[in-house]
């Protein structure tokens, strides 16, 4: 696995993570090109922010769209050209939970962002961007962005 890092901030305000998220779009907006989108894994604990970043991905990316937790739901999808898809892994417990979502098509279709994506490791693609939060206190988080390649 090849890891590069593409930034690292300290976030202290919900508003400095969701321009973390604006700052990932800008990037992955460069990437997309013909096969599958790009795909966003979300590292961080409970509460850590990484709905707060997503908004700020999704700020970008499909402007307009309500960005809320798809904790119950598993996937949210934001429309746009091209649609972002937004992941919550939470209550995912084994390939067969992934499978009954048909996740496996979901790269052709748009962008996708994954919270909790510890639940899935054996389901990323080859390439990805592995965004960790670091929750250091109650209003500040360590944020890093990578470009992962297995
Ligand atoms: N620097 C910060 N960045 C992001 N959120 C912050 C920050 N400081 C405080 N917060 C608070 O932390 C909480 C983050 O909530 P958020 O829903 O984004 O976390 P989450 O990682 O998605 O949680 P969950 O694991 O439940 O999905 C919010 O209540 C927000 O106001
Ligand atoms: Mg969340």
């Not at 769209?65 to 949210?76: F, G, I, Q, R, W």
């Not at 992934?98 to 996740?103: D, R, T």
């Not at 592995?130 to 992962?148: G, L």
Request: net charge negative; glycine share 8%; hydrophobic share 35%.
């Amino acid at each position: 696995m090849k890891a590069e890092q593409l930034f690292s901030v300290l976030s202290v305000s919900p508003e400095d993570t969701e321009n973390a998220g604006k700052k990932v779009a800008e990037i992955i907006s460069g990437y997309i090109v013909t096969g599958d989108y790009p795909t966003v894994a979300l590292y961080g604990d409970l509460g850590a922010g990484k709905t707060c970043f997503v908004r700020g991905l999704a700020d970008v990316l499909t402007p307009g769209a309500p960005v809320k937790s798809p904790t119950y739901t598993v996937v949210n999808e934001y429309p746009g050209n091209p649609s972002l898809f937004h992941f919550d892994m939470y209550r995912i417990e084994s390939e067969d939970d992934l499978y009954s979502i048909g996740f496996e098509d979901y790269p052709e279709r748009g962008i996708s962002v994954i919270e909790w994506s510890e639940k899935i490791p054996y389901a990323l693609p080859r390439e990805y961007i592995r965004v960790t939060i670091d929750k250091i206190s109650d209003t500040e988080r360590n944020i890093t962005a990578e470009k992962i390649k297995i």
